[in-house]
């Protein structure tokens, strides 16, 4: 999951430096929800982990 958020993040960083706006504001949302769910799945198999 990590990976795939740091792939998109690549792509709108390679996109906004060759002036596509639309395709880099799209891939940095993408980046961040990605990021977000991946936190969320890594908090909760920390604390599952810990539990047994």
């Known amino acids: ?3 795939y958020a740091l792939v998109f ?3 709108a960083i390679i996109a ?3 002036g596509f706006g639309g395709i880099a504001g ?3 949302g ?3 929800i990605l990021f977000v ?3 969320i799945l890594a908090i909760i198999s920390f604390f599952r982990g810990r539990s047994v």
Do not use: D, Q, R
């Open 1 to 3: 999951m990590l990976h």
């Open 26 to 28: 799209t891939a940095t």
């Open 9 to 11: 993040l690549v792509i």
């Open 37 to 39: 769910v991946f936190l």
């Open 30 to 32: 993408i980046a961040k």
């Open 16 to 18: 906004a430096v060759l």
